[in-house]
């Protein structure tokens, strides 16, 4: 029997735009492509938000809807 270890990579981009209000927004990776974000994804406590041109790192996720962050 194998056993295959997920790991995870850490994508890398800067945030296009998140309406705080609406709770979503975008991520512009490095390769340009765009990724949507949820404030439910980001980590730490508090009033979760995230600022126009932040960098961020994030795992992606595909989904239904196409991809995301998580």
């Not at 705080?20 to 730490?44: C, L, M, P, R, W």
């Amino acid at each position: 029997m194998v056993y295959i270890k997920e790991e995870h990579v850490m994508a890398r981009g800067h945030v296009k735009w998140f309406n705080a209000n609406k709770g979503y927004g975008f991520i512009s990776q490095e390769n340009g492509e765009d990724i949507f974000v949820h404030y439910t994804a980001i980590g730490g406590s508090g009033f979760k938000t995230l600022e126009e041109g932040q960098l961020v790192e994030f795992e992606i996720q595909s989904g239904s809807k196409g991809t995301s962050s998580r």
